[in-house]
C-alpha cells in the first residue's frame, strides 16, 4: 500500500513523489527504507530521501534540477523557498545513439482515412483559410467570417445568445428561464459536405515591428497554406505593408516550388472601394470552395501522420503519466515512419545534453546547441531567464524549477533519434522525431508546430487548458483523474489510470494512438473542436517563455 503512494522516477533520483497527499509525523515506508515527513505532503510534491546541505544538488529523472538554498531533512518538502534552479549544463554530441524501437507488428498495417493532396501529404482534415497580411485587413476578414460561416453551416449555434435572450423574456414577461440543458441548437446543415469549415486566421502582426517579424509571420502562414489539412486560402492584402504578397509567396515556394495550392490574393489599395474587394473574394472563394469539396477521404497508412507534441497546465504527474505516455506514442509513429514534434526550447533546459546525443549527426546537434543558447541569451537580454518559465500554477502542483518542469516535459520525445532540428518557422519533411524552437507559451507553440505541418496535437495537462486550433485536431490528455472529471468537457482522455498504477505506460500510448486514428480519420472531434477553441497566436521573435 505504500508503494503506492510514493514514486522514485529514477534510481539515480534522491527525491521521492507523493502520488497522494502524506500527513505530517505520519511514517511511511518505500523500498525498505522508512519516511516520516516533517510537515504535510501534498500530493504531485517532493521530499528529500536524506539530510540535504546548502548547495547540495537535486536529481529527479536521473539529472540535475535544483540547487539546495535551505536545509532540508529527511522527508522534508521540496519548495521554491529552499530549492532553486539549476541544470546540467551541454555541449557537443558524444557517442553513437543506439534505439530500441518498440514492436509496431500491431500497427503496421493499420490505415487512417485523410485527405490526399497532390504533393504527396495526406490531412486529417479539409479547410480553406481566409488569411489578412497585416493587422489592418482584420476587420475585413470578420466582414467574411460573416459573410461565410453561418451562410455555409460552419457557425457555432448561438446558445449563449439564446440564454439572454431568454433571460430577456423573463425580465419583461416574468416567465420561468429555461435551464442550460435546454438551451442546445441544431448545427445547421454544411453546403460543403466534404469541407470541414472557412478557417479566419486574424493576428496583429504584418507591419510595424522589424522586417524579421514580418518574414517569420509570412512563413508561418505559407506553413498553413501548404499544411495537408488545407485545400487552399483567400488572402487579404493591405497593400503598404512590411509582409509583401511576394514574401508570403516565396516562402510557398520553399515548401513547394510548384506552388500546387489555389491562393487568391486580393489587395485593398488597388481595388478601390472595400465592398468591391470583399465582393470579389466572397466570389472567387465561393467557387473554390466548390472544388474543395470534391476531394473525399482515403485510407492513407500511419506513417502519414505528424504529431505535434504539447503540454500547457503542466503538474507534478505531467512527466510520469501523460508525458511519458504520448512519448510512447511518438516512438510509435517514427519507428512506422510517420513524424513527431516536440517544441517548448525553454523547457527543454536540463536535458539538453541527452537530446544533443539523441540527434542524428553533428549538424543536427550543433544546430540545437546554437538555438537553444540563441534563445537563453535573448532572454537574458530583457534579464529573464529559463529558470522565470515555471507557472504559479506549474509551482503550486509540484514543478518548482524549470529543469523540474523541462525533465517532465522531454519525456513527451519518447526515446527515438531525433532526426531534424528546425527553427521556427520552419516546416518538417523529415520522418522521425524533429525538434522545433518555439516558445512554451500553450498557443504559440502549437501555432508555430502547426505551421510546421502537425495534423494531430497532443496535448497534455495537469491542470487543465482550452488551447485547439483552427485547422489541427488537438488531442487533450489529463496527467489525473480528478482534472478529467472536473474539466469534462475539454478533456479527451485521462492517463490517471498510470499514476494509480492500473495501466502501464506502454497500455496507455497504444490507447492514445488508438483515439489518434479515430481523430485523424474523421470519425471523432475532439472536445477542442466541438467547443470551437480556434486559437491562433503566431511568435514574435522577441522573448517569450
Given at each position: ?58 536529481i529527479m529523472y536521473g539529472g540535475v534540477v ?70 489592418c485587413e482584420n476587420r475585413n476578414v470578420e ?403
Amino acid at each position: 500500500m505504500a508503494a503506492e503512494k510514493i514514486l522514485r522516477v529514477d534510481p539515480k533520483d534522491n527525491v521521492l513523489v507523493a502520488l497522494s497527499q502524506l500527513p505530517a509525523g505520519e511514517a511511511i515506508t518505500f523500498d525498505g527504507e522508512e519516511y516520516v515527513p516533517p510537515s504535510e505532503i501534498p500530493a504531485k510534491q517532493k521530499f528529500a530521501v536524506r539530510d540535504f546541505a546548502i548547495g547540495d544538488e537535486i536529481i529527479m529523472y536521473g539529472g540535475v534540477v535544483g540547487l539546495v538554498r535551505q536545509p532540508i531533512p529527511r522527508g522534508g518538502l521540496l519548495s521554491t523557498r529552499n530549492v532553486q534552479h539549476d541544470a546540467s549544463g551541454f555541449g557537443p554530441k558524444t557517442g553513437n545513439y543506439a534505439w530500441h524501437a518498440p514492436d509496431i507488428s500491431a500497427w503496421s498495417s493499420r490505415t487512417f482515412d485523410g485527405y490526399h493532396r497532390a504533393d504527396g501529404q495526406v490531412g486529417t482534415r479539409n479547410y480553406w483559410l481566409v488569411i489578412p497580411l497585416v493587422f489592418c485587413e482584420n476587420r475585413n476578414v470578420e466582414a467574411l467570417r460573416e459573410a461565410f460561416e453561418e451562410e455555409l453551416g460552419y457557425g457555432r449555434p448561438k446558445l449563449y445568445r439564446k440564454q439572454v435572450r431568454q433571460l430577456i423574456e423573463q425580465h419583461h414577461k416574468g416567465a420561468q428561464v429555461a435551464q442550460r440543458d435546454d438551451l442546445a441548437a441544431r448545427q445547421p446543415e454544411r453546403v460543403f459536405p466534404n469541407v470541414d469549415g472557412v478557417r479566419f486566421l486574424v493576428h496583429e502582426g504584418g507591419c510595424g515591428g522589424t522586417r524579421q517579424d514580418s518574414k517569420a509571420l509570412c512563413g508561418l502562414l505559407a506553413g498553413y497554406i501548404h499544411h495537408p489539412n488545407v485545400a487552399g486560402a483567400t488572402v487579404l492584402s493591405l497593400g503598404c505593408q512590411n509582409a509583401q504578397p511576394s514574401i508570403l509567396m516565396d516562402a510557398l515556394r520553399e515548401r513547394d516550388p510548384a506552388l500546387r495550392k489555389p491562393v487568391l490574393m486580393f489587395e485593398q489599395q488597388k481595388s478601390g472601394l472595400e465592398s468591391a474587394m470583399l465582393s470579389d473574394a466572397i466570389g472567387a472563394t465561393f467557387e473554390a470552395l466548390i472544388e474543395a469539396n470534391r476531394l473525399t477521404r482515403k485510407p492513407a497508412p500511419l506513417s502519414k501522420l505528424t504529431l505535434g507534441l504539447k503540454c500547457g497546465g503542466s503538474d507534478g504527474f505531467s512527466g510520469i503519466s501523460a508525458n511519458p505516455a504520448i512519448g510512447h506514442v511518438s516512438d510509435l509513429v517514427a519507428a512506422l515512419g510517420g513524424k513527431s514534434i516536440l517544441s517548448e526550447f525553454p523547457e527543454l533546459c536540463g536535458v539538453e545534453q541527452s537530446l544533443i546525443n539523441r540527434c542524428v549527426d553533428a549538424s543536427q546537434a550543433d544546430r540545437f546547441i546554437q538555438l537553444m543558447r540563441d534563445y537563453a541569451a535573448r532572454a537574458k537580454a530583457v534579464h529573464s531567464g529559463f529558470e522565470m518559465n515555471p507557472s504559479p500554477g506549474n509551482i503550486k502542483d509540484g514543478l518548482i524549477t524549470d529543469a523540474m518542469k523541462s525533465a517532465g516535459a522531454a519525456r513527451k520525445g519518447g526515446t527515438s533519434p531525433v532526426c531534424a532540428v528546425l527553427d521556427y518557422p520552419e516546416y518538417d519533411n523529415t520522418p522521425g522525431l524533429a525538434l522545433l524552437c518555439t516558445p512554451g507559451n500553450d498557443v504559440e507553440c502549437v501555432t508555430a508546430q502547426v505551421g510546421a505541418g502537425a495534423t494531430v496535437v497532443l496535448f497534455t495537462t495537469g491542470l487543465g487548458t482550452p488551447t485547439g486550433n483552427p485547422i489541427t485536431p488537438v488531442i487533450k490528455l489529463s496527467t489525473n483523474t480528478s482534472l478529467a472529471e472536473r474539466m469534462s468537457d475539454i478533456i479527451d482522455i485521462d492517463t490517471g489510470a498510470v499514476i494509480r498504477g492500473e495501466t502501464t505506460i506502454e497500455k496507455a500510448g497504444e490507447s492514445i494512438l488508438d483515439l489518434i486514428i479515430d481523430v485523424a480519420g474523421g470519425r471523432v472531434q475532439t472536445k477542442a473542436e466541438q467547443l470551437n477553441q480556434n486559437d491562433f497566436i503566431p511568435w514574435k521573435r522577441g522573448v517569450s517563455l
